[in-house]
């Protein structure tokens, strides 16, 4: 990692995380000890193979598992250590989610689709002002259906950004889409992250997609197996897919 002195702060702390589902008579460990520091307003991919504990750990920083042992620190508090109703007031707050599939509701539009996560925080990003930034100020009438599906995920974008959230996770977030739609929606969240200071910890299969991220951590059998520091991170189209 880089010199104390010279790193971002630690915005996310992860101390010995370890999960272990327990199947039947079979314990199956998934994490197995991690350690691992991510930095304020930084754009962080977490890279590992289908199996390797990204997902797992994602959710472990988005509070939406818990650890079998181990401490999930943001800021000054420790995530995994949260009643239920403080983990749902952080969960609505603070993160803001990204999945692979979107998850929009059929039956809202654009713009409703946005609305919906701005009921739940103080101080929400109107969901006009949401649906341009991710280059949708025109499709806020139009219903999941009619739209493609990058236009959708970048609805789903602007759904979590709309929460000024200080933490915004997003599990694999071009798996459902071909290449150049990839490609957009890879630069507006890099876009995010430089122009609004959003704090982005991405997950991806992907090693390519690493490159534009300030920061890698590299999983494997649910351990930390690299962090590597990338201080002149690329674009999308530079990438070498």
């Known amino acids: 990692m880089a010199d104390s002195g010279k790193a971002p702060q630690a915005q996310i702390r992860l101390v010995d995380v370890r999960k272990t589902y327990t199947m039947g008579e079979v314990e199956v ?7 691992a520091e991510l930095y304020k307003g930084q754009f962080t991919v977490i890279l590992g193979a289908s199996g390797s504990g990204k997902s797992t750990l994602l959710n472990m920083i988005g509070g939406i598992d818990s650890p079998t042992s181990g401490e999930v620190w943001f800021d000054d508090r420790d995530v995994a250590q949260l009643s ?3 983990l749902t007031e952080y969960r609505r707050t603070s993160v803001g989610f990204v999945f692979q599939f979107y998850n929009l509701v059929p039956s809202l539009t654009a713009y409703e689709n946005v609305e919906v996560s701005t009921e739940v925080v103080d101080d929400p990003m109107d969901p006009r002002e949401a649906l341009e930034k991710v280059g949708l100020g025109d499709r806020i009438d139009h219903f999941p ?3 493609s599906g990058g236009q959708q995920q970048r ?3 602007a759904r979590a950004l709309a929460k000024n959230p200080k933490l915004m996770l997003c599990d694999e977030p071009t798996g459902a889409l071909d290449h150049e739609t990839s490609i957009l929606v890879l630069n507006l969240l890099q876009k995010l992250n430089r122009d609004l200071g959003t704090t982005i910890v991405m997950i991806t299969h992907a090693p390519p997609i ?3 991220a300030n920061w890698l951590i590299h999983i494997g059998d649910g351990k930390v197996v690299e962090t590597k520091e990338n201080k002149q991170p690329k674009t999308a189209e530079e990438l070498n897919w």
Do not use: H, T, W, Y
């Open 29 to 35: 460990p998934v994490l197995r000890g991690i350690d």
């Open 84 to 86: 239920d109703r403080d």
């Open 145 to 147: 259906a009619q739209m």
């Open 155 to 157: 609805v789903a974008i």
């Open 210 to 212: 690493a490159e534009m």
